[in-house]
């Protein structure tokens, strides 16, 4: 059977240019990756992991990945938390949801807690600590995404409406909130 041919054009009823298949005119979408993760806390203070892989390795996160096929974003928020930190946690609520279209993401995040005082490095992770929020290393941050979800949750510990927050007016993930710009496949 012969390799799929496929040519970049702009399919009848479109306005954006796609890669087609030249024999049976299968159009190959290509969307946004979603990723799920939850700002975890425990006692008053929040699980971070430090970051074993690229990009920005070495860098403090919360547990969060893709969305694998099949999978509620709560599962996967609960299945990233077990790989990075071996955590069991129990969602309390959408905390927010963040564009960064500069790489094609989607990102669900949820507030949650731990199940159990358990969690150590998963292989995702070089290590996992629970932070007080003033002891919160913010100088070492992996992503813009996470210091919005850090400031999020702490409106919602404050109060905020249980809705969804959204990235802050004006900010696309390109840069980390002092101004510092973030290099091309960053994350």
């Known amino acids: 059977m012969a390799e799929p041919s496929f040519s970049l054009r702009t399919p009848e009823d479109d306005d954006i240019p796609r890669r087609i298949c030249d024999s049976c005119g299968f159009v190959a979408y290509e969307n946004p990756k979603i990723v799920v993760g939850s700002v975890v806390r425990h006692e008053g203070r929040i699980l971070l992991c430090r970051r074993a892989i ?72 070089l290590d996992v600590a629970l932070f007080a929020p003033a002891e919160i290393p913010y100088g070492e941050l992996a992503f813009p995404s996470v210091h919005w979800a850090l400031a999020h949750d702490a409106e919602a510990k404050n109060g905020a409406p249980p809705v969804p927050f959204a990235n802050p007016p004006g900010e696309t993930g390109n840069r980390m909130p002092d101004g510092r710009s973030i290099a091309p496949g960053e994350g």
């Open 54 to 125: 690229e990009p920005r390795r070495g860098f403090w996160t919360i547990p969060a990945g893709y969305l694998e096929l099949n999978e509620t974003p709560e599962d996967g928020a609960r299945r990233e938390a077990r790989e990075e930190a071996e955590a069991e946690l129990s969602i309390e609520r959408l905390l927010a949801v963040y564009s960064v279209p500069r790489i094609s993401q989607v990102q669900l995040i949820y507030r949650a807690q731990l199940k159990t005082s358990h969690f150590a490095p998963g292989p995702e992770s």
